[in-house]
């Protein structure tokens, strides 16, 4: 007999016997009114699943439906949406209540950018841990799950804690839709991350090192890399644009007049007014020089995803940051990234005396609060700045009258 591809787990039925049921010390006997669950055996590990049900035929029911999914998937047949449970709930496996977790942020009008983060997470990342620790149905995962595979997560503690949100929100989906009973990533402890991590703009002397590390990664890249490097650098200095939207900006956006300064078209406020920012002729000039395969763009060919294109950049950015190899005011090595580019913009506004809305429309920031509590440093300083110069104007104004005074004295 031909072998399978991989074993068929055989699912049986067990009751929890309660303390005051007759037929408590037969652990066989499943006719009772205890609660029952689903025993199956995988790779030499024993699994036992809450049936959700007294009633021994509903659990036989649910028994031959498990036993039905593993025979397909054994088979390599796709998955069946989901089963029906008992009292009329749903029992979903973790891919399919995944799968109708995005389709409702698509639904609900999400951007692709964040619809991408979330098949990053939850299609690849939890369901491959499922698949790794045998967890077929999303009720099957538990709070020692979730700690098990938060472990694995890489990145700063804000990145994780980030992180964190999405999955509680993701189980209080399902909770809602009632594809699982409680909650199990509320019982997930806090990640502390010691406040935001500070906002770090790069000074002059720094951005100037950047700049002439670019050709020193000689022979890990071609000269058109190099040179399109240069002037992305440029453009997201100069005009606080993030990775991703300076990367897909189209020609069409920058429009230079006869000076050489041009306008780079930002985008358009919620309020309807067009943002627009002033770029200066020397960036202005490499970029218009920029040769590209899709002549829409300055950098993307059109093709493949946006987030694939980012990824992509941001290896050369790390080749950069190793590079440049700078450091900080202690002398210690500062990691340079990219979103820096657009920090160093924003900081760059704030100390030319730029308002704190202004500054939230050049960076496209929804709420002004958000720009506040990215920048509070630079914001607070701008403010003191501010007061410090109506101070003078008032002294200048009390010695210009004292003056005034004085001379009509005089005449008298």
Known sequence: MAMRARAVPEVNVKSRHREDC???SDGNYITCICPKQLLYSRNGKLYRISAATNDWQIAENKARELQERFERAAKGEPEPVATPGANGSEEATVAEAVARYIQSKRDANYTEKSIGKLQLWFEKRLVQFANRKNLLYIPEIKLAHLEEWRSEWKGEATTRAKIQGRVVGFFDWCLRRDLISKNPALGLERIKTNGRKPTIALTDAHFEQVLKAIPKINGETTDEQRTKLRALVLLMRWSGLSIRDALTLERTKLVAG??????????????GVEVYCTIAPETTRELLALQ??????????GEGSKEALVQKWGVLFRKLSTKAALKDEHDDPLDFHSHMLRDTFAVWCFNSGMA?????????HSNIQITQQHYSPWVLSRAERLGDMVKQAHRRTSLATAATAGSNESTV
């Open 22 to 24: 007759k037929r408590k």
């Open 292 to 301: 590209n395969d899709d002549p829409k763009y300055f950098f993307w060919d």
């Open 356 to 364: 704190t809305e202004d500054v939230a429309a050049l960076l496209g």
């Open 258 to 271: 006869a000076d050489g300064w041009a306008k780079l078209f930002l985008r358009r406020a919620k309020t």
